[in-house]
């Protein structure tokens, strides 16, 4: 590969739902003190690493930290765990998989369990699938789930990231291959012209939180938010509905739900792209918001701009993106 595998590996295996980022947090904060001027923290946990510059100009470049995740809202009698979202979740792709449960003395390995479907009737076969409806066996007597467990333990899936082909797939892939970008980014620039501020936000799966908060804070001149959007060149979508395709470069951002990019900026980051033949695609996100949406009228208009990563699955444990994307 074409990059530090390794290091994505470790960001993306390592857990931190919105508003307890705190293992990923740990992690982007050792990195940045190795490649930044200064490194700091503030109080939401927001980590902003800035490289000063010979200009009074500044430019902030954000990835999220937060991952998508769950908090235990109930211990049932039987000692099966009930769950509360935290982030945007398709029920129906959680049925069957591995999660880990992070007390406050240990890590517990769970299942979401399913049922054979021979066994249903056919009222809950037709049954929409909820998020409330969810339940976490740890294979545990229900007395040692009591004293082990509390409401508001969180939860993360959990699956290890791997090489599949061409691609790259696992959980947390959103964001943190973009926070992997950022961070190789933040090794790579020397004596900029303009100072940068490296941030890894947090709270951004449950509202942008993290980067309305840090835009009052930090005031750039220009930011550019760094997140995956959706590649839906899958079957059953028609290509008008791809948005983006797997293999076909970075993602310049158009618009989202959140933001429309600054025409100055969009076109600037595709003459970047041309002159240093890096291959780009343009993205135009009907719906979804980023971290480009959180700064861009927090104090004061600003232009944004964003770099997207082209990635299939999103919201599920198989997100996938493509090598050379990565690359790019």
């Excluded at 510059?53 to 995740?69: K, L, P, Q």
């Excluded at 049954?127 to 409806?133: F, L, M, S």
């Excluded at 840090?214 to 899958?234: F, H, I, K, R, S």
Aim: charged share 25%.
């Amino acid at each position: 590969m074409d990059f530090d595998f390794d290091r994505l590996k470790q960001l993306t295996e390592t857990s931190g739902v919105p508003g307890y980022e705190d293992r990923i947090r740990a992690l982007v904060r050792e990195d940045l003190e190795a490649t930044t001027d200064t490194v700091r923290v503030d109080a939401m946990g927001n980590v902003v690493g800035t490289i000063e510059g010979e200009s009074d100009y500044e430019v902030a470049v954000a990835a999220h930290m937060d991952e998508i995740g769950f908090m235990v809202r109930h211990i049932n009698d039987d000692g099966f765990l009930q769950l509360d979202a935290l982030g945007g979740w398709d029920p129906r792709v959680l049925k069957a998989q591995r999660v880990t449960v992070h007390t406050e003395d240990e890590d517990l390995t769970g299942v979401i369990g399913s049922v054979p479907p021979h066994t249903l009737t056919e009222e809950q076969k037709q049954k929409d699938p909820k998020v409330e409806d969810v339940y976490v066996d740890l294979g545990l007597p229900s007395e040692t789930v009591e004293e082990t467990v509390s409401v508001g333990d969180l939860v993360t899936m959990e699956q290890t990231t791997v090489a599949m082909g061409d691609h790259v797939t696992g959980k947390a892939i959103d964001d943190r291959v973009c926070l992997f970008a950022m961070l190789e980014a933040a090794e790579r620039i020397e004596n900029p012209e303009v100072t940068i501020h490296f941030a890894a936000t947090v709270q951004e799966e449950v509202g942008l939180r993290g980067a309305q908060a840090l835009g009052v804070d930090l005031d750039p001149d220009l930011a550019l938010g760094l997140d995956t959007t959706v590649a839906n060149d899958v079957p059953g979508f028609e290509p008008a509905d791809y948005v983006t395709r797997l293999g076909e470069g970075a993602g310049i951002k158009l618009k989202d739900s959140s933001a429309i990019a600054n025409p100055k900026v969009h076109r600037r980051l595709r003459d970047v792209a041309e002159e240093n033949d890096i291959a780009y695609q343009m993205e135009l996100l009907p719906a979804g918001g980023t971290d480009t949406g959180g700064f861009q009228n927090t104090y004061g208009a600003k232009p944004v701009g964003a770099i997207s990563m082209p990635t299939r699955y999103l919201h599920t444990v198989t997100e996938s993106v493509h090598q050379d994307d990565v690359t790019a």
